[in-house]
């Protein structure tokens, strides 16, 4: 093992652990929004108290996000400072959009709002959740543009070796990125309604107040229809797979031969005819390009070398994203259809909202697996290869310490962030003192 290898290690445990604050926290503001809103057009207690619970929830998670990610952006200049000065002239500008455009937003529209209880209009109150969760969703956009752009590089020149940005727009526009954002964003949707849906059967098992009956309704709403979403984005983007990044559908597939009408593969040895090439084209009968001409191929273009990823891993990836997904989808329409017209919830469907937690979190992982090695070995598709992208200085110690140190470091943030939401959700919300009946006639007013 050497210096490139711990260094993929440590970029790929840190990624994996921020990620799963990152759908959360996109998801859960725009819940945590529609509760206040709730409250704010009728002037029920309930969606205040669940607006400042789950609101809590939602700052906690947001805290642990922006502590482990600042790690990401100095992992760059510590083992990756190759690829920084290759990709640095592109990567400025939306990752500079990012910082201090959609995150100076969100952070300080989530200190106006945590700070402005009783303080603030109730309208500029809520004025301000709603601004910080859609900066955090502006935030995804920046991010994930310029992720797509390592996939699809657009709007740029290679001048003495370095890439130098063209088209900003081109960069924001890429087709990679307009089917990645919605993918993405939906996905989060989904984290956030399991999540909610987790905390609600627990509080079911305990009590069975309508509050709780109300806010599992409405994140088996929000889930199901984020679910669709991601089905109908995941087809754009195998669509653009086929055409961009045919190594990663082809390992995705386990396909190593160019096959015309080639099957859709659910396990080894369990296929369904020409699916592949009717999901990836539209047209059944069409050529889907395999692992091995591909290797031949990207031999003959770029020079000797593997262009072929991990396929187990891509492979196994593809199938659990699909699965723990439609598990979690299944289980919200399974719950719409169960409570519908205001029918009691069964108990036993209370436990099984549990389940919904990890499902999902299981999912989005799943998928950042397949999306990020199934463009191995490349950090930039056909410019910039991973093996030239590392620190030249940094040798295999100096990596393997600091991977030691984000280890524990990232295991001690698990274990204070379950003790922190575990803690808030036994507290449960906060009792609401009755508000005065002409307050309560009149719910929109300021205070």
């Known amino acids: 093992m050497d210096a490139l290898d711990l260094a993929r290690w440590q970029f790929g445990v840190t990624t994996v652990y921020h990620f799963l604050f990152v759908p959360l926290t996109i998801g859960l503001g725009i819940f945590v929004a529609g509760l206040q809103t709730a409250w704010h ?33 100095f992992q760059f200049g510590m ?54 969760a859609l900066a955090s969703n502006l935030s995804a956009y920046f991010i994930l543009a310029a992720n797509a752009w390592m996939k699809h590089p657009v709007g740029y020149e290679v001048v003495d070796g370095k890439a ?42 305990r009590t069975r107040a309508e509050m709780w009956r109300s806010a599992a309704r409405a994140a088996l709403v929000m889930t199901a229809a984020a679910g669709a979403l991601v089905a109908v984005t995941g087809d754009t983007s195998a669509k653009l797979m086929y055409e961009q990044q045919p190594m ?13 009408g080639a099957p859709f593969t659910v396990a080894p040895g369990i296929e369904i005819p020409k699916v592949l090439s009717f999901l990836s084209t539209n047209d059944p009968d069409a050529v889907v390009q395999g692992t091995e001409d591909l290797q031949r191929r990207f031999e003959q273009e770029f020079g000797p070398g593997d262009y072929r990823p991990d396929q187990t891993i891509v492979f196994w990836s593809f ?11 299944g289980l919200s329409v399974l719950g719409l259809w169960l409570t519908r017209r205001r029918r009691p919830m069964p108990p036993w469907l209370s436990r099984v909202f549990l389940l919904a937690l990890p499902l999902p979190l299981l999912a989005v992982t799943a998928g950042w697996l397949l999306s990020e090695i199934g463009r191995q070995p490349w950090t930039v598709a056909g410019e910039l290869l991973t093996a030239a992208s590392v620190s030249p200085g940094v040798s295999l110690a100096e990596v393997a310490i600091s991977l030691t140190i984000f280890t524990l470091l990232y295991g001690a943030l698990t ?9 808030h959700v ?11 009946a002409a307050e309560k006639r009149q719910p929109s007013l300021m205070y």
């Open 426 to 436: 036994r507290k449960g919300p906060e009792e609401i003192e009755p508000a005065p």
């Open 164 to 205: 130098r940005m063209t088209d900003l727009w081109a960069v924001l526009t890429n087709s990679t990125a307009l089917a990645q954002v919605p993918h993405v964003v939906a996905a989060a949707f989904v984290v956030a309604g399991g999540f909610v849906l987790a905390v609600c059967g627990y509080w079911l098992l």
């Open 319 to 329: 199938r659990l994203m699909i699965g723990f997904g439609m598990a979690t989808v």
């Open 41 to 73: 057009r009728t002037g029920k207690d309930h969606y205040l108290r669940l607006t400042k619970f789950f609101g809590k929830l939602f700052v906690i998670n947001f805290a642990m996000g922006v502590v482990t990610g600042i790690v990401q952006e």
């Open 248 to 260: 990663k559908l082809a390992a995705a597939e386990g396909l190593e031969r160019d096959t015309a």
């Open 79 to 132: 083992n990756w400072s190759e690829y920084s000065t290759f990709v640095g002239d592109v990567f400025g500008a939306p990752l500079a959009l990012e910082a201090l455009l959609a995150f100076f937003l969100e952070s300080t529209f989530i200190g106006l709002w945590i700070f402005g209880w009783d303080r603030l209009p109730k309208r500029l109150h809520l004025a301000c959740i709603w601004a910080a």
């Open 415 to 423: 274990v204070a962030e379950i003790v922190l939401l575990a803690r």
